[in-house]
């Protein structure tokens, strides 16, 4: 038997990966704010409260922009498996 998960992840799509890296001096934010995102977005999904940003037409769906970096992601829910499916992103200098 499999203990459950207890946290959350962030899974990134593969156009997602290519921005990524296509800024490698930005590695590390972009670790320490997934890292933090799943954190603090998946204690508020726990806790029966929607997830940072704007919610999508699309259920489960929602976009942010990360205003320190000008980076704005679009994400979907995936509570079943507790994560974050990044699909977008976009980033301006």
Request: proline share 5%.
């Amino acid at each position: 038997m499999t203990a459950a998960k207890s946290g959350w992840t962030v899974f990134c799509s593969e156009s997602v990966c290519e921005v990524m890296e296509s800024m490698p001096a930005l590695a590390k934010f972009f670790v320490e704010f997934f890292c933090d995102f799943a954190l603090k977005a998946g204690t508020a999904v726990d806790h029966g409260f929607a997830p940072p940003g704007r919610p999508q037409a699309e259920p489960g769906v929602y976009s942010l922009l990360v205003e320190s970096s000008g980076i704005f992601i679009e994400y979907t829910v995936m509570a079943d498996i507790k994560e974050f499916f990044i699909s977008k992103m976009l980033y301006s200098c």
